[in-house]
């Protein structure tokens, strides 16, 4: 069994230009990225740099132009079945009720409806819905679509959680909590998460080891951190600690340039 739960090894991802079916354009480039199982890693880059397309990979919903994807030391082939992924857009039904959108993914894998019911009402509660399990998204606030969402995520017991910049819509006060629920449901079972994430003090606060993505286009990674803050966190406390300023600063000198060439790409596509 490899130490690594999952291993995106020399990735490089091509696409063909929409307007331009002869220019390619080149997204990631020769990127090696590893979590080790039980380990919290958070990528931090500029806008557009490639972060969700190395989480597609990683998810096996998108295969990449060259390299290897390893799960658990094992080629990955088609979708990660060990994976779950929590989107930064709400994958919710509407149509659904919140247990009834818990369960859906135990449904797919053939649970019993009643079964499926009961696991899908105890995440309910571990998230913080006891009692909300027959309200539509429509009835929920922001925050509360987000724990359904944590929970149908959850249900399945991933080995490995992949995120999408998931609390980035939330105001700051919900979004607090929300990173304090995951970790706490992170400690409990320690699976793999991979979180993609464009704020920095969220990456330091959350995580064993931050990775540095360069700006676009063949984005790669330029830095790697151990975050050596002790845990358990709240991730509002943590933020005042001297460790976690020095952490910043020398992230931020390494992520600031960065920042800028994407901030100045976006300026150049939207004139």
């Not at 944590?150 to 980035?168: G, H, K, N, R, Y």
Request: one cysteine or more.
């Amino acid at each position: 069994m490899s130490d690594y739960a999952l291993e995106l090894l020399s990735i490089s991802c091509t696409f063909r230009s929409k307007n331009d079916p002869d220019q390619r354009y080149t997204a990631v480039a020769d990127t090696t990225l590893r979590v080790r199982a039980g380990e919290f890693v958070s990528v931090v880059g500029p806008t557009g740099c490639g972060k969700s397309t190395l989480l597609n990979v990683g998810a096996g919903l998108l295969e990449p132009s060259s390299g290897t994807v390893k799960v658990f030391g094992q080629a990955l082939q088609g979708v990660n079945a060990r994976a779950g992924y929590m989107f930064q857009t709400e994958a919710l039904m509407p149509w659904r009720s919140a247990v009834a959108n818990v369960m859906v993914g135990l449904q797919y894998r053939g649970v019993p409806d009643a079964e499926a019911r009961e696991q899908a009402e105890v995440w309910l509660s571990r998230v913080g819905l006891s009692g909300f399990g027959d309200r539509y998204p429509h009835q929920l606030s922001g925050g509360m679509r987000k724990r359904v969402a944590l929970a149908q995520t959850l249900v399945l017991d991933p080995d490995i959680i992949l995120m999408d910049e998931p609390f980035s819509a939330l105001d700051i006060q919900t979004r607090q909590l929300m990173e304090n629920e995951v970790l706490e449901l992170w400690s409990a079972k320690k699976k793999a998460v991979l979180f993609i994430t464009h704020d920095l003090d969220e990456a330091i606060a959350m995580s064993d080891r931050v990775v540095v993505l360069s700006a676009g286009p063949a984005t790669h990674p330029i830095g790697e951190f151990a975050i050596d803050l002790a845990r358990p966190r709240d991730v509002a406390e943590v933020r005042t600690q001297p460790r976690f300023v020095e952490l910043h600063t020398q992230i931020w000198e390494v992520l600031r340039d960065e920042v800028l060439k994407g901030y100045a790409q976006q300026l150049r596509k939207a004139a």
